[in-house]
C-alpha cells in the first residue's frame, strides 16, 4: 500500500493564525482525502482533494476556513484558517489505494492545538 | 445523521478471549465494509474488510460477520493479545472501488488484559 507522510506531526498554534500541513504520498494516487478526527472522536471527511481542481467539501466545511491545493498526484495541502481553539483536532490525510483491496491507507496525522 | 452505529464504546478483554465489536448501518446502498485499527498517536490502519456479497472473511485472529437483512456487522478478534489493545473503527462506503467515501462508526476502545 501506498506510504503517507504527513507534516507537521503537531503544533501548537495562536488564535487567529493559520497552519498549512502537508501530505505527500510515496506513489501516484487518484483519490486523496482530508479528515478530522476531534480528541477521542471517529473521523470526520473534511473534503476530497481533486488533482487539478478544486475540492469538494462536505456538508459543514467551506473552502474558506479550510482550503485544499491539489498541485499533483502524489501532494496535496489542507490550510486551517483563522483559527481557534475549536479547531484543535487531529487531521489525518488519507489516499485511496486503486487496484487492490487494500482500501484507504491514512498518514499519522497532524496534532493541532490552538492557543 | 449517524449513518454507522458502533457498540461498544469500550470494551475490556482477558487475554486469550474474544473480542466482538458491532457496526449497524441505515444506507442499503453501502456496498464496502472495512475495519481499521488505531493506536496512540497514529492514523487508523486497515485491518480487515468485507463486501455483502459474503457473510463471513476471516483474516487470521480476525473475523468479519455480516447480517445484510439486519444491516449488521461485526469484527471478532479471537486468542485477543495485549497488542490488540486499540481503538477499532467500522467504516462503510458506496459505489465502486476507487471513488467511495468513508463513513466511519463513532469508535471502540478495546483493551486487553493480562
Known amino acids: 500500500s501506498a506510504v503517507i507522510s504527513q507534516k507537521p506531526s503537531r503544533d501548537i498554534c495562536q488564535r487567529g493564525t493559520s497552519l498549512t500541513i502537508q501530505c505527500q504520498v510515496d506513489?501516484?494516487?487518484?483519490?486523496m482525502f482530508w479528515y478530522r478526527q476531534q480528541p477521542g472522536q471517529s473521523l470526520t471527511l473534511i473534503a476530497t482533494?481533486?488533482?487539478?481542481?478544486?475540492?469538494?467539501?462536505e456538508s459543514g466545511f467551506v473552502i474558506d476556513k479550510f482550503p485544499i491545493s491539489r498541485p499533483n498526484l502524489t501532494f496535496s495541502t489542507l490550510t486551517v484558517s483563522n483559527m481557534s481553539p475549536e479547531d484543535s483536532s487531529i487531521y489525518l490525510c488519507?489516499?485511496?489505494?486503486?487496484?487492490?483491496?487494500?482500501?484507504?491507507?491514512f498518514g499519522s496525522g497532524t496534532r493541532l492545538t490552538v492557543v | 445523521q449517524q449513518q454507522v452505529k458502533q457498540s461498544p464504546q469500550s470494551l475490556i478483554v482477558q487475554k486469550g478471549g474474544i473480542s466482538i465489536i458491532n457496526c449497524a448501518y441505515e444506507?442499503?446502498?453501502?456496498?464496502?465494509f472495512p475495519w481499521y485499527q488505531q493506536f496512540p498517536g497514529k492514523g487508523p490502519a486497515l485491518l480487515i474488510a468485507?463486501?455483502?456479497?459474503?457473510s463471513e472473511k476471516k483474516e487470521g485472529r480476525f473475523t468479519i460477520s455480516f447480517n445484510k437483512s439486519a444491516k449488521q456487522f461485526s469484527l471478532h478478534i479471537m486468542d485477543s493479545q495485549p497488542g490488540d489493545s486499540a481503538t477499532y473503527f467500522c467504516?462503510?462506503?458506496?459505489?465502486?472501488?476507487?471513488?467511495?467515501?468513508?463513513?466511519f462508526g463513532t469508535g471502540t476502545r478495546l483493551t486487553i488484559i493480562p
Open positions: 488519507s489516499v485511496e489505494v486503486a487496484g487492490a483491496f487494500y482500501g484507504y491507507t
Open positions: 506513489s501516484q494516487v487518484t483519490m
Open positions: 482533494a481533486n488533482q487539478g481542481s478544486e475540492a469538494t467539501y
Open positions: 444506507n442499503t446502498a453501502f456496498d464496502y
Open positions: 468485507i463486501r455483502p456479497d459474503v
Open positions: 467504516a462503510a462506503s458506496i459505489g465502486n472501488f476507487g471513488n467511495e467515501k468513508l463513513t
